[in-house]
Structure formats: C-alpha cells, structure tokens
C-alpha cells in the first residue's frame, strides 16, 4: 500500500479486500488509523512519527478491525519517500493466536507447577507435626521402665518414623526449591566442622559395616568461610549418606580439594568416593532425575525416594556450583561438586586447618573427633564488657574468656552497660542484641556517641544470623558479629583481632580443644548433643552439669508461662521468653528445641495465629527429660565403684 502524510491510503492491492472484508473505496474513503484497534492507535501513531522524523525503514505491529468487527494482526514493513509512505503489510493472525495459546498454556502449567509444589509443601509440613510427636512421644517411652520385647517393637516405630520423617523432608525442600521458596544464606562457616558433623551423623553405620573413612582437607585452606552451613551439610550428607548406604565393605573417602583463590574467594571441590554397588553409564545418567532411581531394585532394597541427588544438584546450582558423578558398575563412585566461598574479612579467620587421614589407624578409633590444630588463643587479660541478659549465656561465655586470660564484667542489659562505660576502661564490648530495658542496637548507638569504634569496638553476639540483623549490626555501628550458641575458637578468633598490646597473661592453654569421646553414654541423649555442647565449652564438664541445672530452674515451667502470656495477649514477653530459650537451647546442645524455638519465634512475630505450642511443649519435655537423665547419669558415674 501507498499512504500519505494526513494519514489515508492513496492505493492498495486487492489482498486488503480478502483479509478485512471492506472493498477498496471502503478502505480509502477513511484514515488508516480508524481501522486500527483502539488498544495500539497509540502505539501505531507514534510508529508513523517516527517513521517521518527518522527517514529511515520501520517495522512494527498491529491490529486492524475487520468488516465482521473482528480483528486480524498485521506485521508492518514501512518506508518514508518524499511525502508519501510505501509499506508492506502482512495478515500473521493465525501464528499471533498460536503464539498466544502457548504463552497461556506456559503459564497454566506454571501456574499448575506452582501449586503443585506448594502443595506438597504444606503437606509435608503438616505431616511433620504429627511424625514428630510419634516420634517424641517414642522417644519418651523409650526412656522408661519395658520389657525386652515392648523395647525392640518400639525402635521399630522410632526408626520407621524418622525414615517416614525423612522422606517427608526429601518432599518439602524439593517443593520449597521448585516454588523458589529456598534462600541460600551468607554466614560464617567452618568446612572442617561440617565435614566433622557429617562423618559423626554416620558414625553407628560405618562401624555396623566396619567401614574405613578416610578425610582429607587442603593444608591452607581457611578455617572460616562464607557459606551456607545448613545448606553444604545437607548435600554432603546426601551424598556421603548414599555412600555408606550403597557400600558394604571397603572405604569411603571425602576430600576437599582448593583450586583456586584470590584476595576475595576460595573455590573448592569436594567429593566422595566410595567401593560401593557403582553404577552403569545409562544409570549415571538419569541419576539425577527427580523421583529416580539408577536402578528400580535400588529403592526396594535400599529405600529412598530418588529425590535426594535431585535436591543435591539443585541445592549446589543454588550455591553458584555444578554437581558430577564418576561410577563403575561393582567398583565404586565418585560424586563431586564445586563451589566458590567467600572469604571472610582479614584478621577474623583462625590459622590454617591441616591434612589429615584416618585410615588404617588400626586401634585407634577412626570416627572419634577430628583433633584441629590451632593458634594458642591468648586474651592477655583483655577487659571485656559481656551484655546477655541471659544468665547461662552470660556464664558459657564468661567462662570461656576468663579460662584464656580475659578480665570479664557483666551487663544485663544496654542500659547497664551504658553506666559501666563510665567507670574502668574496657577493651572491647560483646553485645547482645535482643535485651529487656534496652536492647543492643539502641545500646550501641549510645556508645557510638561517646566513643569511636577504634576506641571501644562492639562485638555483636546472638542467635540471630540473618543479613538483615547484620546489615543492622553494621548501621548501629558494630565492628563484628559472633553467632550463638558460641564456638569458643570463633569468639576467640574475633576478640583477638582487637587485642592491644598486654603483657601477656599467666594463663596458659593447650593448642587444640579436642571433643569428648562419641562414645560417652551422654552423647547420644536424644534431645541433647552432649559432645557439641561440650565443645563450645572447652570440654569443661562441670560448667556444663551447672548450666543444665540452671537450665531446668529457669525453664522448666517456660511452655506454661507462654500459654500464659498469649492469652493474656503479652506478645513481646512471649516472643522474649521464646528468643531466650532458643538462645539458651543451642548453647547446652538441645538443638532440636532449639530449632523449634526458632520456628516459633517465626511464627510468633508472623502474627499469623499458627503457633504450634504443643510441639514446643513435647521438645521441651523431652529436653528437659533428657537433662534429668544425663545428671542422674554423671551423678552415679562417681559413685561407682570401680571394676
């Protein structure tokens, strides 16, 4: 066609009259852009503008109204010449509608994809209360008085019950990470520890199968990264799980190899080998499919739901990394994956973690804790304001300094700290941040205005280690940020960055702190990791019976007096006790209470009304039962007689 500058057609061929239906002098007699659906006369008169400032060809889109008042999508190819426009115009209707079906059917299955998962989601979550009230209420009853035969029938509820659990986890975080609902975080890390609570989480079946487990770290690799801890001990667990699992005899071997590093990031490969069933090259290849096994005899002898590598590849590609797998049929696999971690700032990192390798020790138990060598950590009788408005907290960590030359004063809250400030010099302030009277942020605000952070650096110290309480940390003027419960080399590392220069103290220490033996009968309390707890306090077992002690004095009545406080609509006291509980939990090793607090601290400041206080309640029972048993345990240890 042929149009002029005013906006009619001066000619048009006869295909104009096929498509819309108008005869020739129908379509002449009117402007154009009265054909043109009033959803693109917009967009069409700005085409035809800037077809005549640009001189230049111009292709564009649009709907043009037939005789019948239906619509038939052109495709425009337009060139200016002298006053008149030449153009070529192209009925794409038919590929239009298709295109726009499928656009709808993509999002219909998006759309069908999404609620799929959110439904499994929510299914799997509502299933967990119940599993986990099976199993603590197994748990409790394992604890008393049975016969041999209501014993052996009851690990068998237990343990059908925490594979149940399990396979229910497997569904929440595949549906969490298909909804995009999974957030990899950015937190201190030590890859030595993770790998150390993954061995020790298999340590019961490698010793059934007589196993040999072999670890092998970089000698210079930093002891303290970024990372997601949560995340990384998930898929090493997966995979060094499967390795046991699928290897009868022989060894399995983790490594982590450092390939590359600059001022800013390490990359790192980890992989585990096992001698186990291996796979063939046809069955390595669907492996990571999801709801797949490599071989469909694999699930009815092993169990499983095949979603396990899935979440595994899925979790790493999260974290910036690739996963692979390297098998031989009835030699053994390989399955390896490599992530870049961020380093953490200069000066907050402990010394370099050593290669080491526990097979063929002989006697020597190959699956008791990994002794670190580590730098002497002396504090040289730093000064050490410690504001926790928790009395156990307040005990752990000033036990811990005082035990590597520290000089401690306590604060119960911001604003005693505030007055203690204007006696004697500190050193350093470690600093809570969710306190009664006034909090951590406000508190070191207050002191920002008297004295500058080369002056008196603030320590952040909390349970809380979302990025959000760190960027706040920062804003508020804190220099660092200790998670707890405490890790004493971590704590210990961090001060020692600020430490001026003391004579140095009388107090002397042994280079490593190595963990209790596993084989304890306290370790494997349920409800209660004894051997962590002892860790975080230097193996010091007498702090630990007081702690446990003022444990049950202070909480024992706690899921009564939160009832109490919800129903009298006290929410900030509910939400205080519960945040000091999950403080105070990880701190003695009740990590399960501890990440039931956490959950409904979530739930409380969600202000949602979905509250599970029966859960906390059970968690609470069965820790506190645990505590009780643990006690009477150390206690009749000294009186008996020897053998």
Same mark, same amino acid.
């Given at each position: 066609?042929?149009a ?9 061929n006869?295909?104009w009259?096929?498509?819309? *239906? ?7 007699s009117?402007?154009?852009i ?19 400032e640009k001189?230049?060809i111009?292709?564009?889109t ?5 005789k ?6 052109i ?28 656009e709808?059917?993509?999002k219909e ?5 999404q ?6 989601a ?15 209420l ?8 049975l016969?041999?035969?209501?014993k052996d029938?009851?690990?068998?509820v ?6 149940l659990?399990?396979i ?7 549906s969490k ?6 957030e990899?975080e ?9 790998i150390?609570n993954t ?12 196993l ?21 001990s998930?898929v ?5 799980g499967?390795a046991v ?6 060894e ?6 450092q390939?590359?590093?600059?001022s800013?990031t390490v990359t ?24 797949t096994q490599?071989?469909?005899t ?11 590598l899935t979440?595994c ?6 974290? *910036?990394?690739?996963i692979?797998?390297?098998s031989?049929?009835?030699i053994?696999?390989t399955f390896?994956f490599?992530i ?10 402990a ?5 080491f ?5 002989g006697?020597?138990?190959?699956l008791?804790?990994?002794?670190v ?5 002396e ?6 304001l ?9 005990e752990?960590a000033?036990?811990?300094l ?5 000089e ?6 911001g604003?005693?700290?505030?007055k ?7 050193d350093?302030v470690?600093?809570d941040?969710h306190m009664?009277v006034?909090?951590?942020?406000e ?7 008297r ?6 650096p603030?320590i952040?110290?909390?349970a809380?280690?979302m990025q959000?309480d760190?960027?706040?940390c ?14 004493p ?9 600020f430490?001026?220069?003391k004579?140095p ?5 042994e280079a ?8 304890d009968s306290?370790s494997?309390?349920?409800s ?18 007081s702690?446990?002690?003022s444990?049950?004095?202070e909480h024992?009545?706690?899921a009564?007096?939160l009832a109490?406080?919800?129903?009298q609509g ?9 945040h000091?509980?999950?403080g105070?939990?990880?701190?003695v090793?009740a990590?399960?209470?501890?990440k039931t ?8 400041r969600?202000?949602a009304g ?7 309640a ?6 506190l039962?645990a ?6 345990d150390?206690?009749?240890?000294l ?5």
């Open positions: 066609c042929i002029d500058q005013e906006g009619h057609f001066r000619r048009l006869r295909s009259e096929e498509t819309l *239906g108008y005869t020739l002098e129908e379509l002449t009117q402007r154009f009265d054909f043109v659906h009033p959803e693109d006369i917009e967009a069409t008169v700005a085409a035809v503008s800037a077809l005549n001189k230049q111009l292709n564009f649009n709907r043009y109204r037939c019948d008042g239906s619509y038939r999508w495709q425009w190819r337009s060139v200016p010449y002298k006053d008149l426009i030449y153009a070529a115009a192209r009925d794409i209707t038919e590929l239009k509608l298709t295109q726009l079906q499928l709808q059917r993509t299955a998006e759309a069908a994809n609620a799929k998962s959110e439904f499994l929510n299914m799997s979550h509502e299933i967990r209360t119940p599993m986990n009230a099976i199993l603590g197994s748990r409790l009853l394992l604890e008393t008085e016969d041999l035969r209501q029938f009851l690990h068998k237990y343990s059908a019950s925490q594979a659990l399990e229910l986890n497997d569904i929440l975080d595949y990470i298909e909804a995009g609902r999974i990899i950015q937190l201190p890390i030590s890859v030595e520890e993770v150390r061995v020790g989480l298999f340590r019961a079946k490698i010793e059934e199968k007589g040999i487990v072999s670890v092998e770290l970089p000698p210079a690799l930093p002891p303290v990264l970024q990372g997601d801890p949560m995340r990384l998930q090493l667990n997966n995979l060094v499967n699992k699928f290897t009868e005899n022989g399995v071997r983790l490594k982590v190899e390939m590359q590093e600059d800013k790192l490969c980890f992989s585990v080998q096992d001698t186990g069933i291996g796979l063939a090259e046809d069955e390595a290849e669907r492996l990571f499919q999801a709801f490599a071989d469909s694999i699930s009815r002898k092993y169990g499983g739901t095949g979603l396990g979440i590849q899925r979790l790493v590609a999260l974290m *910036g990394g690739t692979s797998v390297s031989q049929k009835n053994g696999s390896s490599v870049q971690m961020d380093k953490v700032p200069p000066g907050t990192a010394e370099n973690l050593h290669s390798s526990e097979a063929g020790m006697t020597t138990d190959p008791k804790a990994f002794p060598q580590q730098q002497i950590l504090l040289n009788r730093l000064r050490i410690l504001v926790e408005d928790n009395r156990i907290n307040q752990v000033a036990e811990i005082r035990q590597y030359g520290a401690v004063t306590l604060a119960d809250h604003a005693d700290a505030l203690l400030l204007t006696g004697p010099g500190f350093v470690l600093m941040l009664p006034m909090d951590g942020f508190a070191t605000r207050k002191i920002r205005e004295y500058d952070s080369a002056t008196l603030v952040a110290m909390t809380a280690v959000d760190r960027e706040r920062t804003a508020a003027g804190m220099v660092d940020f200790v998670a707890k419960p405490v890790n080399v971590e704590l210990l590392t961090v001060l020692k960055r430490q001026k220069a004579s103290s009388s107090v002397h220490h490593a702190v190595v963990p209790p033996d596993m084989h306290g494997a309390l349920p209660l990791d004894v051997a962590t707890a002892l860790r975080r306090m230097s193996g010091n077992t007498n702090l630990f019976a702690l446990l002690k444990f049950i004095n024992a009545q706690a009564d007096e109490g406080y919800l129903v006290q929410n900030e006291n509910a939400l205080y006790l519960v000091n509980i999950k105070v939990a990880g701190t090793g990590m399960q209470l501890m607090a956490a959950t409904l601290e979530q739930q409380l969600s202000d979905q509250a599970d206080l029966d859960f906390f059970r968690e609470l029972e069965l820790t039962s505590i009780n048993r643990y006690l009477l150390q206690e009749q240890s009186i008996r007689p020897y053998s």
